[in-house]
């Protein structure tokens, strides 16, 4: 191992472990916008494995489903902060979604025109 990489990734670390110091109330806002959609993004997958995968798991794998469903969907849509937090961050997230999109696109043509 090179010291420059454990010394740049130690710095890194600090200063984004002081940056989350800083900016705590954004972190948690952040952390209530997202859980909603991973909540529902697990009880899509767990159902999708009830439907398509093995037997011998369909009755775990759809009770799991329909919790973590119901968790995400209550969470979202029962009117609270919650809501109000995973619209912040998807209009936080898109922008930077479609600029990572667009520029790895843009990388890729290029690199085919060559």
Known sequence: MRKGHIIAGLSIFSV????VYMNSVLVVTLIKGVVQPIFILIGLALLAAAIFAKKEYRVVNSILAGIFLLIGLYGLFAGGDEY???L???NGFLPILLIGAGAASLIHGIKELT
């Open 16 to 19: 984004g472990l002081f940056f």
């Open 88 to 90: 912040d961050f998807f």
């Open 84 to 86: 109000y937090a995973t």
